[in-house]
């Protein structure tokens, strides 16, 4: 189980105008008993002590209420500020966790820089309204209580994974795509309709993918997020550019949407038969950017450097690899590492790599008329975790049925 700890602050969460408010503590205490039963623990994290009717510490009020014990860290409690960086290193000690093994609940500028500066993903609470921007909002408790009890409670988070050290490959993937097997076809049907149509279940891809991210420590790995282009020209925008965006302000980490670009037209490797599918129709159509925007911005005043640095590649549907391994040799050539992650992976087709890669220029229009010599990584050979499919499918179920 990957969540152990949820931080809460109380201000814009529980108290409004200098009021705490009953009903959502009531609301918090359900969750808090709920959660207990999975062994996950609450703390009110604050600058401040919160008291109850100036008397009962809220601490122990909720204890009461929830009939399990609430703690209350913070400054108060010998505690450095909460703004300041590594502010929350006491607090994981105090509950012997990890920072992926924790979250964040705020909703004020406070909230905002106490999980930025101590890397917390930080859910923002918006039934009291505001314009915090940062953050995944949560419009009810029981939608704080959907996160933490399904998401937060998974065990089998990636189902196919490479990790190829020496080579430089590391490819993670969340399940398998197959719409034929039938333990599959529910949540891979739905994937494709959130990812290309941004219809299905859309919120709950976007919670699927944030919270693998985080609770697999992937998002603490690299320094910059992209996604890989479409097969056409030029950008189109998708929903979950959006949950990229937020997830990278969270931890500082630009997500640059042109990052990778497309110049031209490449055919869809999905609509190809295997044995027709090549790096070239890749590499010939791809480039890297030399000033990205990140993602709602205008382009960057001066050219990205990449070396040294490690970029999240995000994709929906992963075929052979052809097109992954393609943005992680562009990515090669200009001196940065890669992640490359996908949310399925078409079942019982290897991932391909180019073996050498081709001499590229990173940032400009390259040709090659060969088809380069690759490898492959079976896919039979690299499913880590096979009970992944069966999560996803319960998961999205309990998500579906959850009440709002």
């Known amino acids: 189980m990957p969540l152990k700890l949820v931080l809460v602050s109380p201000s814009g969460t529980l108290e409004k105008d200098g009021k705490l408010n ?3 503590i009531n609301e918090l205490c359900q969750v808090i008993a709920q959660a207990s039963g999975q062994g996950i623990k609450f703390a009110i994290w604050s600058n401040r002590a919160w008291r109850v009717n100036g008397e009962i510490p809220l601490e122990q009020y909720l204890s009461g209420k929830a009939g399990v014990e609430v703690s209350a860290v913070g400054h108060p409690f010998g505690h450095p500020m909460r703004q300041m960086g590594a502010s929350v290193v006491p607090v994981l000690q105090k509950f012997g966790v990890e920072i992926q093994e924790t979250i964040l609940v705020g909703a004020r500028d406070e909230d905002l820089r106490a999980g930025v500066n101590n890397k917390l993903l930080l859910l923002r609470p918006a039934w009291y309204g505001g314009d915090l921007q940062y953050g995944f909002e949560l419009r009810t408790i029981s939608e704080l ?7 937060g409670t998974r065990e ?12 430089g490959m590391e490819a993670a993937v969340l399940g398998p795509y197959s719409t034929m097997i039938e333990a599959y ?21 976007h919670q699927l993918i944030v919270s693998t991210l985080y609770f697999s420590g992937l998002i603490h790995k690299v320094d910059l997020i992209a996604v890989y282009p479409g097969h056409g020209a030029g950008i189109k925008e998708k929903a979950f550019y959006d949950v990229l965006s937020l997830l990278g302000k969270c931890f500082r980490k630009t997500f640059y949407v042109d990052l990778l670009l497309r110049h031209q037209e ?6 190809q038969k295997a044995t027709v599918r ?18 709602g911005g205008p382009p960057r005043a001066t050219p990205i450097s990449l ?7 995000v994709d929906d549907i992963c075929t052979s690899g052809r097109s992954l391994d393609t943005a992680r040799a562009y990515l090669n050539a200009a001196g940065a590492k890669s992640i490359l992650f996908s949310w399925l992976k078409t079942i019982n087709t290897d991932f391909y790599s180019m073996e050498p890669a ?16 690759s490898m492959s990584y079976r896919y039979i050979d690299h499913i880590v975790d096979p009970q992944a499919p069966a999560e996803i499918h319960e998961v999205l179920d309990r998500f579906q049925q959850w009440p709002t």
Request: glycine fraction near 4%.
């Open 22 to 24: 009953d009903g959502h």
């Open 145 to 151: 209580a959907r996160f933490c009890l399904i998401f």
């Open 156 to 167: 089998h988070p990636i189902y196919w994974r490479v990790s190829d050290a020496p080579r």
């Open 185 to 205: 076809a529910k949540f891979a049907a739905d994937a494709v309709q959130a990812a290309k149509y941004e219809a299905g279940t859309l919120a709950f891809w």
């Open 266 to 271: 490449a055919s869809k490797s999905s609509y």
């Open 278 to 295: 090549k790096f070239s129709a890749q590499v010939n159509t791809l480039r890297l950017n030399r000033r990205p925007s990140p993602y």
């Open 307 to 313: 070396s040294g640095k490690t970029v999240l590649v």
């Open 358 to 373: 081709p001499d590229l220029k990173p940032f400009g229009v390259n040709t090659i008329d060969a088809e380069p010599s």
